[in-house]
């Protein structure tokens, strides 16, 4: 007994002295630093005068500046000068006012789902969040072997991170041909044929991240036969609405063919990059049903996992867009900004492909530059002329070559142009 009581004592002394805890987490390994912000951390740190940044995927205007929409400006104003507004919590699935008003600009108004109560609509902490608990609602719900999705090669890398958190394994499909620097279109009906039938496919709705090739409308509707003749699920990735086209409209075609032809489908929506409202995390997740009581279903299932997750979503973000999406006057300024940030990439598009093809004469074809879409380019270029022009020319863009065209303005694309012309010709 004495032996004992020592014993306890000792064990005592070890857990005041700090000896012994419950966990030391030694042996937690070290994850790797995410590409994108350790790119932008050493764009930060670097002292080189002419350096730039063409790795993050933000807007930034001619004289390489954060933009904030002239229209978010005057909704901000609004809103803060509303006596009646408070900071209570929203709804569990969100301001009920900005998930129809999101579910609208994205479907469409008269579009069949919406006036017939079959989407159900939940604001999420942007589009990563929109990924997330739909990839959390499938795992839960959806019947289909393996619980798989399939993704494009390359892809978006967070959705290489988010469906394992939930139990869903990865695997993707040929999307991008790198000897056309194009869609490998081909190869990608014939992995839409050859997976099992109920398959989930995750496809970008518009402008692709990271290539910035996009299907044609023609090749759209031949992705759309295939997937309801093998009865595939569709998870539709929409953070770049507007951005392709500078047409809310044009760029939302795809994911309205699709329901018009009734594909099984689900859309993550994003408001950071249309709207700059980069922090404020506002997004959604809008899931199509065949009727409005399967709709309720729906919405009940996702009620309980967003309360799990993170209770109730946060209300400035979807007050600015509620407005501006709910406010005529203040939509078409909207869709002005969008045209503006559009057409300054477009812009920088057609100046770099006239830089390298007429100017530079640099090696190689540079069409694809132009027929790319939205805020993002593969330029084609191998991994070690992009770490040349990295380290000599102190120009920030990722391994595999891909640019953010928003990085590039007046200022600086002859030097990026240059800097990409020598690194072909091994002269960097």
């Not at 729906?298 to 973000?317: C, D, T, Y």
């Amino acid at each position: 007994m004495a032996a004992r009581l020592t014993q306890v004592k000792n064990h005592l002394q070890s857990i005041m002295s700090g000896t012994i805890t419950a966990e030391k987490w030694d042996e937690v390994p070290l994850a790797p630093p995410d590409a994108i912000f350790k790119l932008t951390a050493a764009y930060k740190a670097d002292t080189y005068p002419q350096k730039v940044n063409l790795g993050v995927g933000a807007y930034r205007d001619d004289d390489n500046k954060p933009w904030v929409l002239p229209v978010v400006k005057k909704a901000t104003e609004i809103l803060v000068n509303d006596p009646a507004l408070d900071h209570e919590y929203l709804p569990i699935t969100g301001l009920p006012e900005y998930t129809s008003a999101a579910a609208r600009l994205i479907f469409g108004a008269d579009s069949p789902a919406v006036t017939e109560d079959r989407i159900t609509s939940v604001q999420t902490i942007s589009g990563t969040g929109a990924n997330h608990l739909g990839a959390l609602f499938l795992s839960r719900f959806y019947h289909w072997n393996g619980k798989r999705v399939y993704v494009s090669d390359p892809t978006w890398v967070n959705h290489h991170q988010i469906f394992p958190l939930v139990g869903v394994e990865v695997s993707t499909y040929p999307y991008y041909d790198p000897k056309t620097i194009g869609l490998a279109f081909e190869p990608y009906l014939d992995a839409l044929k050859s997976a099992p039938p109920r398959s989930v496919f995750l496809i970008h709705a518009c402008a692709h991240n990271p290539t910035g090739v996009d299907p044609t409308r023609e090749q759209w509707s031949k992705i759309a036969d295939v997937m309801l003749e093998k009865g595939h699920f569709v998870f539709f990735d929409s953070a770049y609405q507007g951005f392709a086209s500078g047409d809310l409209d044009n760029d939302a075609w795809a994911v309205r063919e699709f329901v018009r032809r009734d594909v099984p489908l689900l859309v993550c929506q994003s408001f950071a990059k249309n709207a700059g409202l980069y922090g404020e995390r506002v997004g959604a997740l809008h899931v199509v049903s065949p009727s409005k009581e399967s709709a309720t279903r729906v919405k009940s299932q996702l009620s309980v996992l967003a309360r799990s997750e993170i209770s109730n979503p946060p209300a400035h973000g979807a007050r600015l867009v509620s407005l501006i999406l709910n406010t005529p006057e203040l939509f078409e300024a909207w869709k002005e900004d969008i045209r503006t940030m559009a057409g300054r990439i477009i812009e920088m598009r057609k100046e770099l492909h006239r830089l390298l093809s007429e100017e530079l004469k640099t090696p190689g074809n540079w069409d694809h530059i132009l027929n790319q879409i939205g805020m993002f380019s593969f330029t084609g270029i191998n991994p070690s002329q992009s770490q040349a022009i990295v380290e000599k020319a102190h120009i920030y863009l990722t391994q595999n070559g891909r640019i953010s065209m928003a990085g590039l303005n007046s200022h600086n694309i002859r030097y990026f142009a240059e800097s990409l012309d020598k690194a072909v010709r091994g002269m960097l």
